[in-house]
């Protein structure tokens, strides 16, 4: 890889665009890259690695700010690298994502980041002019995208961007933190460089797969604990003490408990056989006692019967001639009854014909009444009774007149009443207007005046406001004068301090001139490249950029200036339309707008009664109007009610005249129809009374002349004695019935006496049930106890049978990831460093890592031996350090001329310098054999020789001269004044104000 030319713009402190012609500073091989603290001499560097990969190294990546802070808003920072990579000459343009000003409207917005990698090829045809840079080649663009660049980089440097840094840019301070590091950082670092991620990855894997593999077999026992809980519960023995430590045993015991079991069950069913034989046994004795218990018991109760059956047979035999009486009596029953019931009725009908002619009697008001009298009493009632009748409606409808006239008299009165009340309102009215109407007048010119009020106070409004502006005014205008003189005399004091560094400055020349000359420069005053005796600068001496601080310091100041007084001139046009718009004094102002708001407000009060007023006036002349018309209303109904009061008392005056011709005087036409209607209904009554008794007479003689007739046929003496021999139908019921239960029950009875089987069971010995049911009571139970037995049993033996089937199954699962445990655990402790078989106790990635070192410290000797004098040595040991837990990448140094090996922490400041420095070398020379042999043939040492004597630089400069040989270029970042004679050639960053710039100085 060589670098052929650097352009940078708005990029760390690079502000305006900056170019580095690498290829003119590679003609001398060994160049100083050179400026004061803070200039930006590793921004250049930085510049290189954001072209290649798009970042930067060390901490400065993590700011993510690489825009200058000095470039302008709009300007876009852009890094162009132009490089030879793998025998092919490349130009990378980079932009990295920053915040611009929105073209539109206020804000920012983000530009994303880019890139454009060309190749120079050469051009097709020279006359066409794209994209040619005249030497018959032209930029052929490869990609635009940020993955894309990032892998091709990658694959032509040979490097990532961490190995790139370490072998390309050894930076400054990081390698001899390297070298005093812990193993543990050490570690980190050199992982990082030779990309052996891989062999952590491979501890880690080791590491949870190890906790994975003892989750899942912690998984397997806690399911076998439970199947062997189980078994022990179900087996009733206890579980092998040794089993967690031997799985294995846990198979043979399954097996004796099942065994166990099925033999158990085995002798249970044959115990249940005889048991269920036994109970067979016992119930059929049992069954065969009661049987003869209950023949016994018929037998005694059949005999009992027959002997209350001899008691009952005289009463049997008066029960069935009771019941043949009553059968034959049944016929003349009804007719008895027939006849008995007309009687009844006459004797009833005989009460109330007596009971009716007492009560017309007493209504006609006589002492006694014939029954012959009372058909003419009922011809005189009746024709009274319709003499009523026709007058009842005239009597009506004379009620009806009089309840009218009532109501016209009532009405006649409430219209009176109204007719009052409006004359009454009629007589106030006009009051009423007359003491409005004034009012009214004053209140409508109380808002003409308020109205004009209003106006007066806008205007006087207006003029306070000037008038404050005014005073406001006059009180800036004063301030801005008082900053206008400050101004002026900071603008002069400004111009006397430039005139007098000017001056200076002219006096210092010469050694202003000296410091600008470089070692074989010429003198730019006499020519000479010889500088016997340059002038030095006197203390305190200003310089260019002291000059230019100073004028710049001036220009502000006129601006300054100018600002101020334009702001006088402002203030002073406005405070004089200000006076002019007030016209007086702010007081006088302020007393005449109280004034007239006064008045205005009392205007205002007496205005705000106008609308009101105005609606009373016209309410009350729509209430006149109104009123006069409802008088006239209330006049004519008045005259109305009158005149139909004497139509309606005229036609009731008739109407009495004709109810009186009818009644007589002093009749009452409600009491007289009653009394009729009273008598008509008795004589009514009387008369059908009279008629239902003599049919009665006839139906009671006929009756009971058929009930003897019938009586005798059936053999009875009358009606009345078949009466007494009949009996109610329930009752009858219930006596043949009787008959005939005892009928049946006299055979029922003599068929049991008569049964031989009875009489067997009579004549033997009676059986013991209790002991017979007790015997089989007991057999019962046995045999219920060995049934369940035997399913329990039953049941043990299926439920260890398929409890041995699962721990089997548990256990075949189980054994594979134990063995994997086992075997992962003992390797991922080895890779781990904490094995017993690993003596160092040293990781897997620090062994590698050990390999690499090892070759580092190697090739790093080759170069510490020379660049020390042949003191020196790196050592690699793989024991373990102070504090350190792992082993295998400890560092010391041998001290030949000692023979002692010393901790890098004892070293001074340059020989830390200078082992680091060979440290460095040599891991970019693994680095680089690493990749393949990449050749690198640019580069760069950034700072740390400050530290070293005039010898010991002597030799550190021998040893980068050696770097150059194949046409290496070698950039020695420093501004140690030393090496500035030392290397003529040199890349030298100014800083400034507006930001850094380059200068070249070529030998």
């Given at each position: 890889m060589?670098?052929?030319?650097?352009?940078?713009?708005?990029f760390?402190?690079?502000?305006?665009?900056?170019?580095v012609?690498?290829?003119?500073?590679?003609?001398?091989?060994?160049?100083?890259?050179?400026?004061?603290?803070?200039?930006?001499?590793?921004?250049?560097?930085?510049?290189?690695?954001?072209?290649?990969?798009?970042d930067?190294?060390?901490?400065?990546a993590?700011?993510k700010?690489?825009?200058?802070?000095?470039?302008?808003?709009?300007?876009a920072p852009?890094?162009?690298?132009?490089?030879t990579?793998?025998?092919r000459?490349?130009?990378?343009?980079?932009?990295?994502?920053?915040?611009?000003?929105?073209?539109?409207?206020?804000?920012?917005?983000?530009?994303?980041?880019?890139?454009?990698?060309?190749?120079?090829?050469?051009?097709?045809d020279?006359?066409?002019?794209?994209?040619?840079?005249?030497?018959?080649?032209?930029?052929?663009p490869?990609?635009?995208?940020?993955?894309?660049?990032?892998?091709?980089?990658?694959?032509?440097?040979?490097?990532?961007?961490?190995?790139?840094?370490?072998?390309?840019l050894?930076?400054?301070?990081?390698?001899?933190?390297?070298?005093?590091?812990?193993?543990?950082?050490?570690?980190?670092?050199?992982?990082q460089?030779f990309?052996?991620?891989?062999?952590?990855?491979?501890?880690?894997?080791?590491?949870d797969?190890?906790?994975?593999?003892?989750?899942?077999?912690?998984?397997?026992r806690?399911?076998?604990?439970?199947?062997?809980?189980?078994?022990?519960?179900?087996?009733?023995?206890?579980?092998p003490e040794?089993?967690?430590?031997?799985?294995?045993?846990?198979?043979?015991?399954?097996?004796?408990m099942?065994?166990?079991?099925?033999?158990?069950?085995?002798?249970?069913?044959?115990?249940?056989?005889?048991?269920?034989?036994?109970?067979?046994?016992?119930?059929?004795?049992d069954?065969?006692?009661?049987?003869?218990?209950?023949?016994?018991?018929t037998?005694?109760?059949?005999?009992?019967?027959?002997?209350?059956?001899?008691?009952?047979?005289?009463?049997?035999?008066?029960?069935?001639?009771?019941?043949?009486?009553?059968?034959?009596?049944?016929?003349?029953r009804?007719l008895?009854?027939?006849?008995?019931?007309?009687?009844?009725?006459?004797?009833?009908?005989e009460?109330?014909?007596?009971?009716?002619?007492?009560?017309?009697?007493?209504?006609?008001?006589?002492?006694?009444?014939?029954?012959?009298?009372v058909?003419?009493h009922?011809?005189?009632?009746t024709?009274?009774?319709?003499?009523?009748?026709?007058?009842?409606?005239?009597?009506?409808?004379?009620?009806?007149?009089?309840?009218?006239?009532?109501?016209?008299?009532?009405?006649?009165?409430q219209?009176?009443?109204?007719?009052?009340?409006?004359?009454?309102?009629l007589?106030?009215?006009?009051?009423?207007?007359?003491?409005?109407?004034?009012?009214?007048a004053?209140?409508?010119?109380?808002?003409?005046?308020?109205?004009?009020?209003?106006?007066?106070?806008?205007v006087?409004?207006?003029?306070?406001?000037?008038a404050?502006?005014?005073?406001?005014?006059?009180?800036?205008?004063?301030?801005?004068?008082?900053e206008?003189?400050g101004?002026?005399?900071?603008?002069?004091?400004?111009?006397?301090t430039?005139?007098?560094?000017?001056?200076?400055?002219?006096?210092?020349?010469?050694?202003?001139?000296?410091?600008?000359?470089?070692v074989?420069?010429?003198?730019?005053?006499c020519?000479?490249?010889?500088?016997?005796?340059?002038?030095?600068?006197?203390?305190?001496?200003?310089?260019?950029?002291a000059?230019r601080?100073a004028?710049?310091?001036?220009?502000?100041?006129e601006?300054?200036?100018?600002?101020?007084?334009?702001?006088?001139?402002?203030l002073?046009?406005?405070?004089?339309?200000a006076?002019?718009?007030?016209?007086?004094?702010?007081?006088?102002?302020?007393?005449?707008e109280?004034?007239?708001?006064?008045?205005?407000?009392?205007?205002r009060?007496a205005?705000a009664?106008?609308e009101?007023?105005?609606?009373?006036?016209?309410?009350?002349?729509?209430?006149?109007?109104?009123?006069?018309?409802?008088?006239?209303?209330?006049?004519?109904?008045?005259?109305?009610?009158?005149?139909?009061?004497?139509?309606?008392?005229?036609r009731?005056?008739?109407?009495?005249?004709?109810?009186?011709?009818?009644?007589?005087?002093g009749?009452?036409?409600?009491?007289?129809?009653a009394?009729?209607?009273?008598?008509?209904?008795?004589?009514?009554?009387?008369?059908?009374i009279?008629?239902?008794?003599?049919r009665?007479?006839?139906?009671?003689?006929?009756?009971?002349?058929?009930?003897?007739?019938?009586?005798?046929?059936?053999?009875?003496?009358?009606?009345?004695?078949?009466?007494?021999?009949?009996?109610?139908?329930?009752?009858?019921?219930?006596?043949?019935?009787?008959?005939?239960?005892?009928?049946?029950?006299?055979?029922?009875?003599?068929?049991?006496?008569?049964?031989?089987?009875?009489?067997?069971?009579?004549?033997?010995?009676?059986?013991?049930?209790?002991?017979?049911?007790?015997?089989?009571?007991?057999?019962?139970e046995?045999?219920v106890?060995?049934?369940?037995?035997?399913?329990?049993?039953?049941?043990?033996?299926?439920?260890?049978?398929s409890?041995?089937?699962?721990?089997?199954?548990?256990?075949?699962?189980?054994?594979?990831?134990?063995?994997?445990?086992?075997?992962v655990?003992?390797?991922?402790?080895?890779?781990?460093?904490?094995?017993?078989?690993?003596r160092?106790?040293?990781?897997l990635?620090?062994?590698?890592?050990?390999?690499?070192?090892?070759?580092v410290?190697?090739?790093?000797?080759?170069?510490?031996?020379?660049?020390?004098?042949?003191?020196?040595?790196?050592?690699?040991t793989?024991?373990?350090?102070?504090?350190?837990?792992?082993?295998?990448?400890?560092?010391?140094?041998?001290?030949?001329?000692?023979?002692?090996?010393?901790d890098p922490?004892?070293l001074?400041g340059?020989?830390?310098?200078?082992?680091?420095?060979?440290?460095?070398?040599?891991?970019?020379?693994?680095?680089?054999?690493?990749?393949?042999?990449?050749d690198?043939?640019?580069?760069?040492?950034?700072?740390?020789?400050?530290?070293?004597?005039?010898?010991?630089?002597?030799?550190?400069?021998?040893?980068?001269?050696?770097?150059?040989?194949?046409?290496?270029?070698?950039?020695?970042?420093?501004?140690?004044?030393?090496?500035?004679?030392?290397?003529?050639t040199?890349?030298?960053?100014?800083?400034?104000?507006?930001?850094?710039?380059?200068?070249?100085?070529?030998?």
């Amino acid at each position: 890889m060589r670098l052929h030319r650097l352009d940078v713009v708005g990029f760390g402190p690079f502000a305006d665009p900056t170019t580095v012609d690498f290829d003119a500073l590679s003609a001398a091989g060994l160049f100083l890259l050179s400026g004061p603290t803070g200039a930006g001499k590793s921004s250049v560097l930085d510049a290189v690695c954001f072209a290649l990969y798009g970042d930067v190294p060390g901490d400065r990546a993590i700011a993510k700010r690489l825009r200058s802070d000095h470039a302008a808003p709009g300007v876009a920072p852009r890094v162009v690298l132009e490089a030879t990579l793998s025998g092919r000459r490349f130009r990378i343009d980079r932009s990295p994502a920053w915040t611009r000003p929105k073209k539109r409207g206020s804000g920012t917005t983000t530009e994303q980041a880019r890139v454009v990698i060309s190749e120079r090829r050469p051009s097709a045809d020279d006359s066409t002019g794209d994209g040619s840079d005249g030497t018959g080649h032209q930029w052929q663009p490869l990609t635009t995208r940020l993955d894309e660049a990032g892998h091709l980089v990658t694959r032509l440097v040979g490097m990532t961007l961490p190995q790139f840094c370490q072998v390309a840019l050894l930076p400054q301070g990081r390698f001899q933190a390297f070298l005093r590091a812990r193993s543990e950082e050490r570690h980190a670092l050199l992982q990082q460089v030779f990309q052996t991620g891989r062999f952590d990855r491979t501890e880690r894997w080791l590491r949870d797969r190890r906790i994975e593999l003892r989750r899942t077999c912690d998984a397997h026992r806690s399911a076998v604990a439970d199947l062997v809980s189980r078994v022990s519960e179900v087996a009733g023995e206890g579980v092998p003490e040794e089993w967690t430590a031997d799985p294995t045993s846990l198979g043979p015991w399954v097996r004796a408990m099942l065994e166990s079991a099925v033999c158990a069950s085995e002798e249970q069913a044959i115990a249940v056989d005889a048991a269920a034989r036994a109970e067979a046994a016992a119930a059929e004795a049992d069954a065969a006692g009661v049987e003869l218990a209950g023949l016994r018991a018929t037998h005694a109760a059949a005999h009992r019967s027959w002997t209350a059956l001899e008691a009952e047979a005289a009463q049997h035999a008066s029960r069935i001639q009771r019941a043949d009486a009553a059968q034959r009596a049944t016929a003349v029953r009804s007719l008895h009854d027939l006849a008995a019931q007309s009687r009844a009725e006459v004797a009833d009908l005989e009460r109330r014909a007596a009971d009716a002619l007492a009560a017309l009697a007493g209504v006609l008001g006589v002492p006694s009444l014939e029954a012959t009298d009372v058909d003419d009493h009922l011809r005189t009632a009746t024709s009274t009774l319709a003499d009523v009748a026709r007058v009842r409606p005239l009597q009506r409808q004379a009620g009806d007149l009089d309840r009218q006239v009532t109501a016209a008299a009532r009405a006649r009165e409430q219209v009176e009443a109204q007719l009052r009340q409006v004359d009454e309102r009629l007589a106030e009215v006009p009051l009423a207007l007359a003491r409005l109407e004034p009012d009214l007048a004053t209140a409508r010119e109380a808002v003409t005046t308020a109205e004009a009020l209003d106006r007066e106070l806008r205007v006087l409004g207006a003029r306070v406001g000037a008038a404050r502006a005014a005073e406001e005014l006059t009180s800036r205008l004063a301030a801005a004068e008082a900053e206008l003189r400050g101004a002026t005399e900071a603008r002069l004091l400004a111009r006397e301090t430039l005139v007098e560094i000017r001056e200076q400055r002219l006096d210092g020349m010469a050694a202003e001139i000296a410091g600008k000359l470089a070692v074989g420069a010429c003198c730019p005053v006499c020519g000479s490249a010889e500088h016997p005796s340059p002038a030095s600068p006197a203390p305190g001496a200003p310089d260019e950029a002291a000059e230019r601080r100073a004028r710049r310091e001036v220009d502000d100041l006129e601006v300054v200036v100018e600002a101020h007084a334009q702001q006088v001139r402002g203030l002073e046009a406005q405070l004089a339309v200000a006076r002019t718009e007030s016209g007086e004094s702010l007081e006088r102002l302020l007393a005449e707008e109280l004034r007239v708001t006064g008045q205005r407000d009392r205007a205002r009060a007496a205005a705000a009664r106008a609308e009101t007023l105005a609606t009373r006036v016209d309410d009350l002349r729509t209430e006149q109007a109104s009123l006069t018309g409802e008088r006239e209303r209330l006049v004519a109904a008045v005259s109305r009610h009158e005149t139909e009061a004497a139509v309606l008392t005229s036609r009731i005056e008739a109407l009495h005249e004709q109810i009186g011709a009818v009644l007589g005087e002093g009749s009452d036409l409600d009491a007289l129809a009653a009394h009729h209607q009273r008598v008509e209904s008795l004589a009514r009554r009387h008369h059908e009374i009279t008629s239902d008794l003599a049919r009665s007479r006839g139906t009671a003689t006929s009756a009971q002349a058929a009930a003897d007739e019938v009586a005798a046929a059936a053999g009875f003496a009358s009606s009345a004695a078949a009466a007494a021999a009949w009996l109610p139908p329930d009752t009858l019921a219930a006596l043949l019935d009787a008959i005939e239960s005892h009928e049946r029950e006299v055979a029922r009875v003599g068929a049991l006496l008569a049964d031989e089987a009875l009489a067997r069971s009579a004549e033997a010995d009676p059986p013991d049930l209790e002991a017979l049911a007790r015997a089989h009571r007991t057999a019962k139970e046995e045999a219920v106890a060995a049934r369940q037995r035997d399913l329990a049993l039953r049941d043990r033996a299926r439920r260890l049978g398929s409890l041995a089937e699962e721990v089997t199954a548990a256990l075949s699962a189980w054994q594979p990831v134990l063995d994997d445990l086992n075997l992962v655990t003992d390797l991922a402790a080895l890779v781990e460093g904490k094995h017993p078989d690993n003596r160092l106790q040293m990781r897997l990635s620090a062994y590698v890592l050990a390999h690499r070192l090892g070759q580092v410290v190697d090739a790093a000797n080759l170069r510490l031996t020379t660049m020390s004098d042949q003191r020196y040595t790196l050592v690699h040991t793989g024991r373990r350090g102070a504090g350190e837990t792992r082993g295998g990448l400890s560092l010391l140094v041998r001290d030949d001329w000692t023979g002692d090996d010393r901790d890098p922490a004892t070293l001074s400041g340059g020989e830390t310098f200078v082992v680091s420095l060979a440290l460095a070398l040599g891991l970019a020379d693994v680095i680089t054999d690493e990749a393949g042999g990449t050749d690198l043939d640019t580069l760069f040492v950034d700072e740390g020789f400050g530290a070293l004597d005039s010898e010991t630089l002597e030799d550190v400069m021998d040893t980068l001269d050696t770097l150059r040989d194949g046409g290496r270029v070698v950039g020695v970042v420093s501004h140690v004044p030393e090496l500035q004679t030392r290397i003529p050639t040199q890349l030298r960053v100014h800083r400034g104000r507006s930001g850094s710039r380059t200068t070249l100085a070529l030998a």
